[in-house]
Nanobody, 117 residues
Framework: QLQLVESGGGLVQAGGSLRLSCAASGSTFSRYTMGWYRQAPGQERDMVAL???????TYADSVKGRFTISRDNAGNTITLQMNSLKPEDTAVYYCAYHGPGVEYDFWGQGTQVTVSS
């Protein structure tokens, strides 16, 4: 069983920065996709950023140019650097691991990010 633990969430003022980390325990493979999703109150969970392998990335338009996803050398940890935060970024952020099929999707417990205006 793969376990994902997010950390780094908190309260920040608009324009500030936060750095989220997701540490995986159990078997992981760096060639598979990992990513960050977020869910605001009353909203569905949306993709924020994905990293495929070690270098190919995809971002939601709403965070492009402000957020950066990265992966460590071992492929067991991903990071989301969030800059120029806006109140609309407020959400619970979830780390995900996407293996070779939907049966190999794993999710972290989430970490709260609150951006004050």
């Amino acid at each position: 069983q793969l376990q994902l633990v997010e950390s780094g969430g908190g309260l920040v003022q608009a324009g500030g920065s936060l750095r989220l980390s997701c540490a995986a325990s159990g078997s992981t493979f760096s060639r598979y996709t990992m990513g960050w999703y977020r869910q605001a109150p009353g909203q569905e969970r949306d993709m924020v950023a994905l990293i495929m392998g070690r270098s190919k990335t995809t971002y939601a338009d709403s965070v492009k140019g402000r957020f950066t996803i990265s992966r460590d050398n071992a492929g067991n940890t991903i990071t989301l650097q969030m800059n120029s935060l806006k109140p609309e970024d407020t959400a619970v952020y979830y780390c995900a691991y996407h293996g070779p099929g939907v049966e190999y999707d794993f999710w972290g417990q989430g970490t709260q990010v609150t951006v004050s205006s």
